[in-house]
């Protein structure tokens, strides 16, 4: 039953997409950070440009398949894009906060990062 009333809703199917493509955003950085030989500083980069990208983003950024769907719909009237709009932000602003508060154990590693060198590998000290 529930399943079903889920469907019904005009939104889900753009929600749907729309954490389709968060999660590409976030398994993107997954796989940078997992592996036998990252360090600890490729992890604090690594991290910290996911909360760049969040922070860039949350002014409402909306991949173009989730614009298309919201177009059709609001074409139809049958939903309303300000609060849609205001849930994303929402999300955005969740995202971050959980990102800050899981990775503030690692803010000591920003002395670290002149080890890398622009790929994120680390520099020859010699």
Known sequence: MVIQQCFCNPLAEVWLVFAHSMAETFHSTVLQIEGQKVTTVQVFKALNNLKARLNAQN???LPQKVKERLRALEDESSVNLSDFQHSVIE????????????????????????TLDNSGEFTNME
Request: contains cysteine.
């Open 91 to 114: 999300y955005y602003l969740a995202s971050i906060a959980y990102l800050d508060q899981c990775c503030s154990h690692l803010d000591y590693m920003k002395l670290f990062e002149w």
């Open 59 to 61: 002014n409402a950024f």
